[in-house]
């Protein structure tokens, strides 16, 4: 699994945007990656794809060293994806199963054995009752899902999902973490976040980024307790930390808990 050891990385124009980050993937199955805007998060994210560089420190995977060269980052790409954040920038064809089939069909995979693929991905993802549509005719939250199909298509055993919650209304958001949870069963997932509910209610474990920086790391349970971290990376508390702490009430992973505690009480 990957591994970011002694990470520094700077843009061409000098700016350093990461320093000295040192992160374990393998920290739990489903790993939040949080921050601010602008604090480093998609930059960390094409480093761990081999897309950008580091200029100090590496990437390792199965703890061996990521090289650049284009016959292993074709492998290597082959067990770790990424959604971007925004879906635009990963579709390319005009309709849905053509889209998520692309990446098959460059692997010369026989085309029995890329529809099965294809359809269990848009099945998993929640896209297959629009497989048939142009991609220009979906909404923002559609197009995602055709995003992340065609990264579960790919049978790779990671995958990085950068902010896959902005933009989304809160019942897209709520599918989302739903597939999220359906597909850590099968992969590691890392999302990059700064909506702190969703990370909360996911994650296992979750690294705090600040100015480029970890500034703390820690299983969700209890890295939403320290206060003077959240407050150094300018992060919101999970409303049900906040509840928790203002009402007494113990500390519920999510919503559903919450609701069957109430039912319970009011029994
Ligand atoms: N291509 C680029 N050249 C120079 N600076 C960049 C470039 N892309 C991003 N940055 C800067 O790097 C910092 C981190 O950006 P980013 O990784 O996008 O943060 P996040 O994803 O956490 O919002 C920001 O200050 C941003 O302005
Ligand atoms: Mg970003």
Redesign the pocket.
């Known amino acids: 699994m990957i591994k970011v050891e002694a990470l520094e990385f700077k843009?061409e124009?000098g700016?350093k945007?990461l320093d000295n980050i040192n992160i374990d993937l393998n920290k739990g199955k489903i790993v939040g990656i949080v921050?601010a805007?602008?604090?480093?998060?998609?930059?960390l994210f094409l480093n761990i794809m081999g897309i950008l560089k580091p200029n100090k420190g590496c990437i390792k995977y199965n703890e061996v060293e990521i090289s650049y060269n284009k016959k292993y980052l074709r492998e290597y790409r082959k067990m770790v994806n990424i959604v971007f954040q925004d879906p635009e920038k990963q579709l390319f064809y005009s309709n849905v199963y053509d889209d998520v089939a692309f990446s098959l069909r460059n692997l010369k995979i026989c085309e029995d054995e890329v529809k099965a693929r294809v359809d269990r991905a848009l099945k998993k993802s929640g896209a297959y009752k629009f497989k048939d549509k142009p991609i220009h005719f979906l909404s923002y939250g559609q197009k995602k899902r055709v995003a992340i199909a065609g990264t579960l298509a790919l049978d790779s055993k990671v995958i990085l999902l950068d902010e896959p919650t902005s933009g989304l209304d809160p019942y897209m958001t709520k599918e989302i973490k739903n597939i999220v949870k359906e597909i850590s069963t099968e992969k590691n997932i890392v999302i990059s976040s700064h909506d702190m509910d969703l990370i909360y209610d996911v994650c296992d474990y979750v690294y705090i980024l600040g100015k480029g920086q970890i500034l703390g790391e820690g299983y969700t349970e209890e890295v939403f307790l320290r206060e003077e971290l959240l407050k150094m990376a300018l992060l919101e508390k999970p409303w049900l930390v906040k509840l928790h702490q203002l009402l007494g009430v113990p500390l519920f992973k999510n919503e559903e808990q919450l609701v069957s505690y109430g039912i319970k009480k009011n029994k």
């Open positions: 843009y124009d700016t945007v921050g805007n602008g604090c480093g998060k998609s930059t």
